[in-house]
């Protein structure tokens, strides 16, 4: 070789290695132009060479690459026993290389050349006489050699990554392939481009039946197509589904599976694939199902048991509650059931109550639920009854009659023949405002109304009852917007003195109801009490009450009028009663030297310690106190002596009566005198006479309310009454 031969060569070099990304082929071909451009005979590299122990003569090294000579051409991959210091250049080039080649394993070779790919391994050239050049070859190649181990690097990595991905791809396939899952993977377009093993085994179609045909096709074989187009819509919102689907297999066959279906987006966040995965869930079917039906069927008859009757009649009641529809439970119970079951055996009973199950279910609607309580009990619910209580109660009671005619008569049991007849029961229900429990509970009162009426008859849960139940919610309803809707309004009733010297009015609710007109306070404070809307109502009265104070303040016939107002037992027994009153004195700013509070017996005997706890707080306000309806509770002087009361008020049902009877003459009497001993005032409410105002002036009562001085009216015409009398 010639100096100028030398840069064509180490450019055909770098080219080679240049075009090789895999390890063995990138050694070989460049050993190949190696030995072309060198004339030597044959060469081989060996990679990852360890550092060699000097006492170590011959070791044995891993060929990688080997060209030219068959003999280490078959030893590529495995290894060759060679002279240490031969492979780790630790010799002495002049005298040392014929010693070295003598002990190389084939002797014919007469030389080597030695070139290190840096320190990554080394190649060994051969030949059988020495090349000609004079050129220093080690050194001329060492920058291509340099290059070359790059390269090796390169490869490595570039091979460790494919063989990796192989790897993955190996194991994903392995998985597909085993997956005991159905899965099949879609384009874009929803073509199937892939099945695997389990969907041919579920589903009973092979491959090439599915793969490419129909657009969307995952979900071809699912067998409601509306519920598949569902999904569809779904998927391509919110990229996955999954959920119970039931398949047709290509024989006909249908069955339940469990499916996940979900996108698969590209960088652009497009799908690029669907993938369906789904297994066969027929047996979790199966025993879902059976349990299921234990669960909430009765085994005899196999109608739905109290279980599901209960569940089924909840939500028959929420649907109603919505629609404002009427439904009916009716309530049956075979009568003299216990003597046919005692007399002919249980087995007997059995096939009765099994007939009376079928007779049932054929007398109602579908959507009708038809159950068996247990025993001789059944109890069928009826839906959708209109909106018309009375045009429901008819309906109810026309199939009630069905299935009375239906139960009546002749029953055909083994060998037996048998006459049975049902008691029924009815209650009718609309919205929630009744309790599943307390709907049963009235059919079955009716139920045995209709066994004491005689048997084989039908009976309603008491109407007017149930109407009264019904006005009742519907008025529980109604109050619940009461304030916001402005519906409350207040009266005032004339407190006067026994020279007719007016000295305040009793403040007296009432509800302006937009379809009923003026409903007086006993027609809503019990039920305002129980659903706790009192507790605002009772504040919004005491609000209006002291703005009304404040109004009279600027005026000088009315400024000194005192404001009595009534106050429920729940509204008192709220924790911060005291402090909601003081928050509506601070905020309206009235005198509460001017505000009277009306309580009863019964609310102070509810919690006396409480009671006065209150009582005393409100009075350091200057609020004073007036026992309302005195006479009616557990008066018990004991504690009066305790409470910081100013007044008592004569309850109006003594003065009604004080004419006629003598007895209450006397209570009133006595309360009188017993007002003087404690230093109370007194009041009498409900005075409508003369003969009664008298009487009661004549014993010591000197304050009075009642219908003989002024109705309760509203405040406009309270006050015009108020200026004629000044
Ligand atoms: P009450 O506090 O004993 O009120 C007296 C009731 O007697 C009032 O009935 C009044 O209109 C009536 N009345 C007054 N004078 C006569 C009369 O000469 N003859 C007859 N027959 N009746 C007379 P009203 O207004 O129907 O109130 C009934 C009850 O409702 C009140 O009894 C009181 O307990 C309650 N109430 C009224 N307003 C409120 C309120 O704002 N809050 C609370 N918690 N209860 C109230
Ligand atoms: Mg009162
Ligand atoms: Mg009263």
Redesign the pocket.
Known sequence: MKRDDILPVLYDLSVTIGRETKLKPLLTRFLQRLLYHTSYACGFICLDIESCNANDELTAYKIDAAVGDFEIISLIGKTMVLPCKLIHGIYDQENEQPSLLQKLPFSYYQDFLRLPIENIGVIILLSFKRPETNLPLQIVFQPILAHLAKAIKLCRVNEAYTDELLHHRLLLSKVFDSSYSGVAIADADGLTIEVNPAFTRLTGYNKDEFVGTKPQNLLNIIEDQEFAKNIWNLLKSKNHWEGEAWIRRKGGELFPVWQLVNSILGDNGKATNYVSIFSDISEQKKAETKIHQLVYFDTLTELPNRRLLIDKLRQAMTIVARTKNHGAVLFIDLDDFKTLNDTKGHWVGDLLLIEVAKRLSASVRKADIVSRLGGDEFVVVLQNLGKDATEAAKQAEYIAEKIRKALSGKYVLGKYESNSTPSIGIALFQGENQSVDIVLKHADTAMYQSKRAGRNTIRFFDKEMQTLLEERQRLADDLEQVIEKNELI??F?KQVTNDNHLIGA?????WKHPKRGLI???NF?PLAEETGK?IS??MW?LKQACLQLKTWESSPQMKNLTLA????AK?FRIPDFVDQVQGILLETKANPSNLKL?L?ESTILENVEDAILKMNQLKQYGISFSM??FGTGYSSLQYLKLLPLKQL?I??GFV?DLSISSNDAVIVQTIIAMTKAMKLEVIA????TEAQRDFLEIHGCHNF????FG??VPIEEFERNCQIQH
């Open positions: 207040l009266y009733q009793e403040v007296l609710l009432r007086a306070p006993g404070i009192i109502i009772g009265v107002v009534n106050v429920s509204q009306e009863t309302d309806d008020k309850d109006q009604r409410e409900g005075v409508e309310q009642g219908y003989l109705k309760p």
